[in-house]
C-alpha cells in the first residue's frame, strides 16, 4: 500500500484535473488494447479505425456528437445529484420517463406554433424525468431509504411501465411492434443536414440535431446553478455537510429533492434528443444505456461541466469508432466496447486513486525543485 | 549522572512537504516524568507515535537503554517495554477488563490455566498501583477515568518500562485528575519512565520533573521543572510572551434577555439528555456552564440554538416564546432574531471542510443581501468582505480561496466566531470556543468574547476547560447528568468546588 501524503493545497489544479485523469484514460486504453491483441486484432489499426469512424468523415462526425450530446444530459444528470452526496443511478429510467414527457406534449399540443412546442416538449422532458426522481428523492429525505438502492430499482419499474405503455396504450395501432406512431414532420426538430443544406452543402443522413445546442446550453446552466446561486451552495453544504447544513438553517429534505428533481429533469432531456430529434416515436428500450454510461462521464468530468463535456466527447468517439472499428473487424463484436467502456469506468471511477498520490507527489516535487532554483 | 531508557537523535519526519517533526533529540531519564508540552500541531503526537512504532520516523535513530532499535510497528515498540495510552481509548466495550487487557496476547486457544494465571498477575498490578480496579466489570460500565486506568494497566501488563500518555486529561474531572496523577507517581516510585503529552501548562508543574517544549515541529527547549514557571513555558510554546489572565471589567447587567425554562430535550437515540432546566441570562453577562463531556451540554447547546426539537418546556427571547415541544424556529430565523451560535464541533456542524474559506465566512447568511440577491450569488461582494472580516479576525493565511480544512483549528475557529459575531448578535450561544486552539489564538478568541459581553449581548459559554469558565463567566452553573446541579456567582469559586459538583458528588 501506499503512503504518500501530500499537501493538496500544493498541487497545482491541472495535475489533479487534467494529468490524472488522462493518465488513468490512458492505462484504461492500454489495457483494452491488450484485450483487442488477445482477440486476434491489431489494436494500432483498431486505434486508427476508432479515429476514421469518429473524425475521419463529416458524416461519422456527426454521429459523434450525436453521442456526446445524449452523454453530456446523463452526465450532468449524475453530477448535479452528486454534488449534493446523492447516487443518482437511475438516469436510465428518467431519460425513458423523459421521452414519454416529450412525447406526449408534443403529439397532444402539436396544433401551437412550432417553437411554442418544442420549448413545452422540453419542458415536458425535463418535468417527467423530475417527477420519476421525485420518488426516490423523497424516499431518501423522508424515510432515509438509500438512493441507490430506490434508483437502481426505478430503472427497471420505468422500463416495466414504459413496455406495457407501448403494448396496451399508446402503441400504434396499425402495426405489432412495441412503438408509437411518429410526431407530425412539422415539428421534428431540424436535423444537421437540414441545417448544412441551407449553406448548400449536401451531406448524408445522421442523427445529429439542434438538441447538441440544447446540451451546451445546459452545461452553461448546471455550471451557473451549482456555483453561482445559493440553490447550488445549499446543495453543496447539505452533500459535503449535513449536519452543518442543518445548523446553518439550511433543511437536507428540501434540498436532497431539489438537486434530484434537477438531476432526473436534466437525464428527462435525453428524450428531447431521440424523440423529438431522432426517432420522432418512442421505441422499447430507447435509452439504451446511456443513463449508465452517464456516470462514467460524470466521474470521468470530475463532475464538472468543463469536465463533463471532453468526457461526454470521448465516449462519443467509442460509441462511434467503436462500432465502425466492429464493421470492420470481424474478431472485435460489440461487445468488446462495452468492455472498453468497462475498463475506462474501472480506471477513472473505482481506481480513480489508484496513481493520484504517486503524480501529485511528482508533481509536487517537481514544481517546488523549480521555484527554489 | 542518570543514564536515559530513551534516547532520540535528529528524528526527522515529514508528511509530503509538512515537515512534523525537525531534528528532533530528546533524552529520557529513567525513573522520571518527562514532560513533552507544545501547541496543537507542534508534533508532539507525531513524535510519540514514531516512538510508538506507529509512524517510521525519514531519518534518525532511536535508542532504548543504549542500544539501537528499530521500531516498525506497535508491536516492535512493546516488545521494547514501550507502551502508550492514547487520547481516545482503543478499548473493546463490551469486553471485560479481562477480555481488553489479554486482547491478542491471549497465548492460547482455550483459556485456562495461562487466563487464570493472566488474572492473578494483574490482580497484583492492581494493588501494587491502587488502581482499584474490577476486572470483570465491563468496560461500557466503567467511567472515562476508570478506562484510562485500564488502559495503563494494559501497558504495564505487556511489560512498559516506558509510559506514554496523550493528553490523558482532556475528558477527566479534576479530581479523576487527582487520582491519576497519584498513579503516575506510583508508577514512577516504582522505577517505571513515564512521558506525558500535554498543552496545559499546570499539569507540567504538578507533575513533572523535566519538561521539553515542541513548537513547530522542532524542539525549542529542555529544562527541569523546578528551574521554569507557566509564563516562561507559554512564552517558549508560542514563541512571544502571552496573556494568561484575561482582562475584564466589572459586569454592567442588564435585563434578563434570554430564558429557558422547564427545559426537556432527548438525543437522537431517545435518551433525555437534558432534564427540567431552568436558566436566564442577562445582557452584559457571560453564564459558564461547566461539566464533563456529555452531561447534557451538547443537546442543550443544540436546542436552544433551534438544532434539535424541544421535549418539554419552552425557551423565551426577549419574552418571545421561541420554542417548545410544539413548535421551534429555525435556526435561520433564529439568526434573523439575533441569536448567533458557536457551535462545539466545528468540523462536524460549525464549518464545511471541503468549501473555500469565503464560503464559510457567509454560511448561514448567504441567502442575505450583500451576498446573494435574488438568489444569485455576488462573489465580488463575498471576497471583498471576506477579505475585510479576515482580516479583522488575523485569520492566516490571508486567502479566502484557499479550502477550509488547509487552515489550523484556530483559524477555522476565527473563521466562524467573525461569521457569528459580524451581525452583533443580542444573545450568542458559545460550545469549547477555543477546543485544539493554539494559545494565541485562545487569547484573542476569549478578548472577542468579552468585548461582545460588553456591547450588552449575553452570552451562554459551555467549556469543559474549567479555566475558561472560570477566567469568562461572571455566573456559573454546573451540568450533571442533565440536570443544573449547582449555581455560583463567579467570585471566589475555586475548581475543586466546581469539580465535587461535576462529579455529582456534592
Known sequence: MSNIVVDKSKVPWWVSNVIVPLVNLTLALLVSGLFIFIAGENPIKAVKLIIYGSFGYIQGFAYTLYYTTNFIFTGLAFAVAFHCRLFNIGGEGQAYLGGLGVF??????????????????????????AAWAYIPAYLQSKRGSHVVITTIMFNFIASSLMIFLL?????????????????????????????SGIFGIKIRYSPLNLTFLLAIASLFFVWFLVWKTKWGYEMRAVGHNTQAAIYAGISPHKNIIIAMCISGGLAGLLGVNEILGVNHKIQAGFPAGYGFTGIAVALMGRNHPIGILPAAFLFGILYQGGSEVTFEMPNITRYMFVAVQGLIILFSGALENLFRPQIESFFVRRLSKEVNV | MVSPILELTNINKSFGHVQANKNINLKINKGTIHGIIGENGAGKSTLMSIVFGLYQANSGSIKINGQDIKLKSPRDSIINGIGMVHQHFMLVENFTVLENIILGFEGETFFGEKFEKAKKDLKKLCETYNFNLDLDATISDLSIGFRQR?????????????????????????QEVDELFKILRSLKDEGKTIVLITHKLIEIMDL??????????????????????????????????????????????????????????????????????????????????????????????????????????????????????????????????????????RQRMGLISDFKAHENLIFGYHDQEPFSKSSILNNKEITKYSNKVMQEY??????????????????????????????????????QPTRGVDIGAIEFIHQRLIDMRDKGAAILLASVELDEILSLSDRIIVMFDGKIVGEKVNKNVTDRELGLLMAGVA
Open chain 1, 167 to 195: 403494448v396496451d396504450v399508446i402503441r400504434d395501432t396499425n402495426q405489432m411492434a412495441p412503438h408509437t406512431v411518429k410526431l407530425p414532420k412539422e415539428i421534428w426538430l431540424p436535423s444537421f443536414e437540414a441545417f
Open chain 1, 104 to 129: 406526449l406534449v408534443a403529439i397532444n399540443l402539436s396544433f401551437l406554433p412550432v417553437p411554442i412546442v418544442w420549448l413545452l416538449a422540453i419542458f415536458g422532458a425535463f418535468l417527467f424525468g
Open chain 2, 394 to 431: 488575523d485569520v492566516r493565511p490571508n486567502t479566502p480561496n484557499l479550502i477550509t480544512s488547509n487552515f489550523s483549528g484556530g483559524n477555522q475557529q476565527k473563521i466562524i466566531l467573525s461569521r457569528e459575531l459580524n451581525e452583533n448578535p443580542k444573545v450568542l450561544l458559545v460550545g
Open chain 2, 150 to 174: 485500564v488502559e495503563i494497566l494494559k501497558s504495564l501488563y505487556r511489560g512498559a518500562e516506558i509510559l506514554i500518555l496523550d493528553e490523558p486529561t482532556g475528558v477527566l474531572t479534576p
Open chain 2, 208 to 345: 513533572t520533573s523535566e519538561v521539553s517544549v515542541m513548537r513547530q515541529g522542532e524542539i525549542v527547549g529542555h529544562t527541569k521543572t523546578l528551574d521554569t514557571n507557566k509564563e516562561k513555558l507559554a512564552e517558549m510554546m508560542v514563541g512571544r510572551s502571552v496573556l494568561l489572565r484575561v482582562n475584564k471589567q466589572e459586569i454592567k447587567k442588564g435585563e434578563v434577555i434570554f430564558k429557558v425554562k422547564n427545559l426537556s430535550v432527548k438525543d437522537d437515540l431517545d435518551v433525555t439528555r437534558v432534564k427540567d432546566v431552568n436558566l436566564e441570562i442577562c445582557s452584559g453577562e457571560i453564564l459558564g456552564i461547566a461539566g464533563v463531556t456529555g452531561n447534557g451540554q451538547t443537546e442543550l447547546l443544540e436546542a436552544l440554538s433551534g438544532i434539535r426539537k424541544v421535549e418539554s418546556g419552552n425557551i423565551e427571547l426577549f419574552g418571545e416564546k421561541i420554542s417548545d415541544q410544539d413548535n421551534f424556529l429555525n435556526p435561520r430565523m433564529l439568526k434573523g432574531k439575533g441569536l448567533a451560535h458557536v457551535p462545539e464541533d
